[in-house]
């Protein structure tokens, strides 16, 4: 979404969703550390490469519910509480989406201008919002 600035130049709006497969490969990577278990031990008792539980963790590789299943079952979580907890995240990730807009800035054409940016819709304001801008 491209918003005019005000001062003869546009903003993209760059809003992103987080990827699935980072949000649960980052809660198996909280888990495993929480255990204090390395990568080989849990990717040895889930019977898969431990390259490959790594890349699942880092977000790397989107898992099958079938590798899901088993990284859980090495960890002692159950696959609903894994879900669950992507689920959260990614409501948490909506609700701040509705709340907060990150803009590219472009320059104005004259050389003396600093950056600006103005959005163009609306913000609802609560105490809990916060809004920061940088330049």
């Not at 495993?32 to 890349?55: H, N």
């Not at 990150?102 to 609560?126: E, I």
Request: hydrophobic share 40%; net charge positive; glycine share 4%.
């Amino acid at each position: 979404m491209t918003a005019d600035t005000g001062f003869g130049t546009t903003a993209t709006e760059h809003v992103r969703e987080p990827l699935l497969r980072h949000l649960v490969g980052a809660i198996l990577r909280r888990a495993r550390l929480a255990q204090g278990r390395t990568l080989q031990e849990v990717s040895q008792a889930a019977r898969m490469s431990t390259a490959y539980l790594s890349e699942v963790e880092r977000g790397r590789k989107e898992a099958s519910s079938e590798v899901l299943a088993a990284v859980c079952a090495a960890l002692g979580i159950r696959l609903v509480d894994l879900v669950a907890e992507a689920h959260d995240a990614l409501a948490a990730s909506a609700e701040q989406q509705q709340r907060v807009r990150v803009l590219t800035s472009l320059r104005d054409r004259s050389p003396s201008s600093s950056r600006h940016v103005r959005s163009t819709t609306a913000v609802r304001s609560t105490t809990s919002d916060v809004v920061a801008l940088a330049a």
